[in-house]
C-alpha cells in the first residue's frame, strides 16, 4: 500500500511508451505506478516519480521493483519466464501470471495452446530443422517464418521461398515456426480485458493497418466488419483471456481471410490497435489495464465518437534539428529540414485543433516509433484525412 | 529545452491536484512537466520526475524552477507579486504575467481594473475604515465583506449584519472590500484560454452549485441557460483575458441575477469549474492552459456529449482506515467506517462503471477536496444522478 494514499501500488516492468501511457491513466485513480526503467532517459522514467533503474532480465531489480508494490505488470513482454515463476514462487502477485503471458512470449507455445483450444490459426508446424521447412512447403510457394520469441514490429518475420534461406535461420540459431501465408483481407484486433475476479470487457474490433510489418493506422470500429464476424472476434479474444488465464489488457491481433477470421499474434499488456482508447473510448486500454490488474471492476469501453482513427507517429527521412530556440521566430519560413519538433508541433496543432497527440519523449529519428495522433467523428474519410495530416505535419515538418 | 526531447520546459509553481492534472496532460504534449513543490508528498510530486522542494514564497526557489525552463506558469495565485515582477525583469517568461495575475490575487484591485473597464460587477467600495462599511451598508441590511487577497472555498467572505462584524476584521489586520449581497439566481462560470500570440478559446459556459462556499458540483453546459446569456459570458470573459492580458486559462465566476451576470471572481490558472473537461471537451483546460503557456495554437474545445457532470469528492464525516489490505477480503460485509478508500473505488467502479473518478493523492479526511468525478450522457437528470452516487460511495462508503 502507498503509504501516503492508502492505495495499493502498481510496479510496471518496462518504461516505454505503454508505461508512459500507463503512468497517466494511473495518476487519475490516486496511483502513483512504480517503474522499472533500463534507463532514466525511457519514455516513462523522464515523467515518472517513482522509477527504479534495472534491467528486466536482472532478478534482483525485479524483486526491487515487487517491494512494496501490491502486484506487477508489464510494458512489455522481454521478462524471462523463470525470473517470473520464481517471483509467483515467492507469493509475489504478478498479472498477467507467467503461465499466461508465456502464450505471448513464446509463438510455438502460443501456437499449440491455440490449436489445442480449437480457435482459428494459420496452418503452422513446429520447426526443428531445415526438413520441417520443407516438408511444411511442400509445393506452397512462399511460406512465413516466425522466430518464436522476441519479435515485434515486422521483426522475427520473414518471408520463406526455399530451403537456403530457412537453413541461414536455423544456422543462426533463431528458434522458428512456420506458417502458411494467409490470402490476406486485411488485419483486425480484437483487445479486451480480464480481471482476475473473471470479469472481461471488450472494445469494438478494430482495422489495423501495416507498412512494413509496423502497425501505422488503427480503425475504430473496424470499418464495414459484419456484426456477426465483430462478435465471433470478441468472443474469440474472451474466450483465450479466459482459457489463458489472463489478467489485464489481452489484444488478440487477427487476419481476415475469404474464409474468416484467424489468430495471428497475442499481446498481454496495453497495445498499439488500442492507443485510440485514449480519446475514443469511455474507458482507455490503460486505466482498464490498471483497473483489471488490481481486481477493480472494468470500465464502459463505448465508444465517444462514431468513428475514431489513431495514426502513428513515426520518424521521416528528415530528422529535425534539436534542441529548438525558443520563443519560436521565423519558425513560419524555414524548410521543413530546419524545423524543430516544437515548431512542427506549432504547425500541426494550427492546422488541426481536433486532433489529439501523444509524444513518448523520444528524439524524432528516421523509423523510430515516438508518438500517436488520434482523430474523431462522423465522417470516417474526413477522420482519417486530418489523422494522416496531422502525422505528416509532424513527420515531414511540411504539409501534405 | 528539454535536453532529450527537444521541447520547450513548462515549470510550475504549486504541486496541488491542478498541477498534477496538468502534469497528466503535458505528457501527451511530449512535456515533462517542472514542479516547484512545498513538499514531496504533495499530489503533483508524487507523480512527477522533476520535481523541486522549495516555497513559492522563496525567490531562490522560483529562479531555481525557472532555471532550464521556458516558460514559469502556476497552480496557485500565491506567489508574492514582487517576486514575479523580479523574474520578468530577469527575462524569465512568466505566464500569466504579473501584471495579469494580480486582478487574481487582489480583489481590490480586480473590482477596481473591473469597474475601469465597465464590465458588469456587484455594487462595492474599498474599506479604510469601518465607516466606510457603515456609509457602504446603508439601508441594504446584510452586505458581503471579502479579504482582498488569499480567500478561496469561501475562506475571506463573511457576511456582514453590523458594524462590529467589520471592526473585527479590520482589528484583525485583515485588508477588506465590501459588496452587495446580490440576487442569487444561480452561479455560472466562464472558462477560456489565451495564448501569447493573442488567440482565444472559449469552452460552454457552465453551472457551479456551491456548498458552504464550497464548489461541490458543476455541470456543462448551464443547463437552460439562454444562447443569449451565454455568449454573453463568453464574450466578457474573452474580453477580460484579452485587457487584462490573460495567457493560460482564465476562469470567470459569474453570479446569475435576474437582471443579469455580475463578475464575482477571477481565477488565472486551471480551474475546478473546468475539470469536466478533462473527458468532455475534445480539449481539457490542461491541455489548452500548457498550449497557451507555450503558445502553442489552441485545441477545439467542443464537448464529447450532451451534458457533463462533475462532482468534487470531499472527505465525508467518516475517514476510511488506510492502509488497507490487499487482496481485498471481506469488503464486502464491512460497515462503512471499516472500510478504505480502495474498497470504496472497489464499490464505486462496480456501481458507476462509465464514471470516471480523478483521485488527488490525498487522504480522505472531513471536508478535504480530494478528488472528483465526471459522468456523461444525454440524460441531464441521470447523468447528474451517475455522478452523485459515484461520491456518495467514494464519501460515505455505502450507496447514497
Not at 512489455?76 to 509475489?92: F, N
Not at 482495422?207 to 502497425?215: A, H, K, M, S
Not at 489485464?248 to 485510440?276: C, K, Q, Y
Not at 482498464?288 to 521521416?316: C, E, F
Amino acid at each position: 500500500m502507498h503509504p501516503r494514499t492508502g492505495l495499493p501500488v502498481v510496479g510496471m516492468v518496462g518504461a516505454g511508451q505503454l508505461a508512459r501511457m500507463t503512468h497517466q491513466a494511473a495518476i487519475a485513480l490516486g496511483q502513483s505506478l512504480r517503474i522499472l526503467a533500463v534507463s532514466p532517459d525511457d519514455g516513462a522514467a523522464l515523467v515518472a516519480a517513482d522509477v527504479l533503474i534495472g534491467d528486466h532480465t536482472d532478478l534482483a531489480a525485479l524483486r526491487k521493483l515487487a517491494d512494496g508494490a501490491e502486484v506487477v505488470t508489464f510494458d512489455h513482454e522481454h521478462v524471462p519466464p523463470e525470473h517470473l515463476r520464481a517471483l509467483a514462487a515467492e507469493g509475489i502477485t504478478v498479472y498477467p501470471g507467467p503461465d499466461a503471458l508465456i502464450h505471448a512470449q513464446d509463438k510455438q507455445v502460443m501456437r499449440e495452446k491455440l490449436t489445442a483450444l480449437g480457435a482459428p490459426v494459420p496452418r503452422w508446424a513446429p520447426v526443428a530443422s531445415v526438413e520441417d521447412v520443407v516438408r511444411f512447403a511442400g509445393d506452397a510457394g512462399t511460406i512465413v517464418a516466425k522466430a518464436t520469441r522476441g519479435g515485434y514490429d515486422g521483426r522475427g518475420v520473414w518471408m520463406i521461398d526455399d530451403a537456403e534461406q530457412a537453413r541461414e535461420l536455423l544456422d543462426a540459431g533463431t528458434p522458428l515456426i512456420v506458417e502458411e501465408r494467409v490470402p490476406l483481407v486485411r488485419e483486425l484486433a480484437a483487445v479486451v480485458a480480464r480481471s482476475p475476479f473473471g470479469q472481461v470487457a471488450a472494445w469494438p474490433v478494430v482495422e489495423t493497418v501495416q507498412r512494413d510489418g509496423i502497425n501505422v493506422e488503427v480503425i475504430a470500429p473496424a470499418p464495414g466488419l459484419s456484426e456477426e464476424r465483430a462478435v465471433e472476434a470478441q468472443e474469440l479474444a474472451i474466450r483465450l483471456a479466459s482459457e489463458l488465464g489472463v489478467v489485464g489488457v489481452l489484444a488478440v491481433e487477427l487476419f481476415e481471410t475469404p474464409d474468416g477470421i484467424l489468430v495471428n499474434e497475442l499481446a498481454m499488456r496495453p497495445h498499439n490497435s488500442a492507443h485510440w482508447t485514449i480519446e475514443g473510448s469511455r474507458t482507455s486500454q490503460f486505466e482498464q489495464h490498471v483497473r483489471a490488474v488490481l481486481d477493480y471492476p472494468l470500465g464502459a469501453t463505448g465508444l465517444t465518437a462514431p468513428y475514431v482513427v489513431m495514426a502513428n507517429l513515426l520518424g521521416g527521412d528528415v530528422t529535425p534539428p534539436t534542441p529548438g530556440t525558443y520563443p519560436r521566430s521565423d519558425a513560419h519560413h524555414r524548410p521543413p529540414h530546419e524545423m524543430t519538433l516544437d515548431e512542427r508541433l506549432h504547425h500541426m496543432f494550427a492546422a488541426e485543433p481536433g486532433v489529439k497527440v501523444h509524444l513518448y519523449g523520444k528524439e524524432l529519428r528516421p523509423g523510430r516509433k515516438v508518438g500517436h495522433v488520434t482523430a474523431l467523428g462522423d465522417d470516417l474519410d474526413d477522420v482519417r484525412r486530418r489523422a494522416r495530416r496531422a502525422v505528416h505535419w509532424l513527420r515531414e515538418g511540411e504539409p501534405s
